[in-house]
């Protein structure tokens, strides 16, 4: 072999390496990819919420277990020194997140007319509005969800229930939601979200509620103070922001508790929800 052969040979090696290199960075990235996105088929009925920050915060992450999506680590803006408000005034919180850019997920565009509750893909709205929506087993709307006196929508003509569907002496049925975010293809962060809560009459038998958690699967705060009259739609938000009051992008999911059954159940607290309404999400 020549100078020229055993350069070339040399070359020819480090290509080589370099090929098995990126083939399996490939395959690492796609493995992360597929985890992301796994089914929750799987998932175990969330337990009932006793309503205690700590309580929401076990509840969640044993959904998120379930669900693959406690193995993402977002890199939000970080959430030390980030201050969480509630707001039960939409229109205030979503003046507070206005500069942001507003994204609202009204749940409208499906089509309700002809079918009983619709189940929808747990990325219908990842491109569109950058959220992503998985319920404990499933993800369903409809018009009144068998009971228009209390399940009204706050936005004609559909609203949102977490599945699985009760299946008649077997269980409750879905009454737990995971958000995450998106944003150019990529996991997303948002500074505030929010949800319109209907029919949360009888939180003495179950609280509905609202956590925000960030990055690193921290609970940055949660909200259980969701108790009106039969029929009543009550927004309730919450937003991070820094000592100035601005809107700080550090909330990587947000786990939301809709009463303790499936709405058409009947036999428990039937809550459903409507119009979730968050800031545009960012990449870190
Ligand atoms: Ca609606
Ligand atoms: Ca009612
Ligand atoms: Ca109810």
Redo the contacts with the bound molecule.
């Keep these: 072999m020549n100078t020229v052969e055993r350069a070339m040979g040399r070359l020819w090696g480090s290509f080589t390496i370099w090929r098995f290199f990126l083939a399996t960075q490939l395959l690492v990235i796609s493995a992360c990819l597929i985890e992301e996105r796994d089914d929750p088929d799987t998932a175990d009925p969330a337990e009932p919420n006793n309503g205690s920050a700590e309580s929401m915060a076990t509840n969640s992450s044993s959904t998120t277990r379930t669900t693959g999506i406690q193995s993402l680590s977002v890199d939000c803006a970080p959430s030390t020194n980030v201050t969480v408000t509630n707001y039960d005034d939409r229109a205030a919180f979503e003046a507070a997140l206005a500069d942001r850019g507003i994204r609202v997920v009204d749940f409208d565009d499906i089509d309700t007319s002809t079918a009983d509750p619709v189940p929808f893909a747990t990325d219908r709205y990842a491109d569109s509005h950058g959220a992503v929506i998985v319920g404990t087993d499933g993800q369903y709307v409809d018009e009144q969800f068998s009971y228009p006196e ?1 399940f009204r929508p706050v936005s004609a003509p559909n609203q949102y229930a977490p599945g699985p569907k009760h299946v008649r002496g077997k269980d409750a049925g879905g009454h737990g939601t995971d958000v995450t975010f998106r944003a150019s293809d990529r996991a997303g962060c948002v500074a505030g979200f929010g949800v319109v809560f209907i ?4 939180s003495g038998i179950a609280r509905s509620s609202i956590a925000l958690f960030d990055g690193n699967n921290k609970l940055l705060g949660a909200n259980d103070d969701i108790d009106g009259d ?1 029929g009543s739609q009550l927004f309730r938000g919450m937003i991070a922001a820094d000592k100035d009051g601005q809107p700080v992008p550090t909330v990587a999911r947000v786990h939301l508790v809709n ?1 303790n059954e499936w ?1 058409e159940r009947a036999t428990g ?3 459903t929800l409507d119009d979730m309404v968050f800031d545009r999400p960012v990449n870190p």
Excluded at 199 to 202: C, H, L, R, S, Y
Aim: hydrophobic letters at 25%.
């Design positions: 209390d029919d949360a009459d009888f039969d009463g709405p607290e039937g809550v």
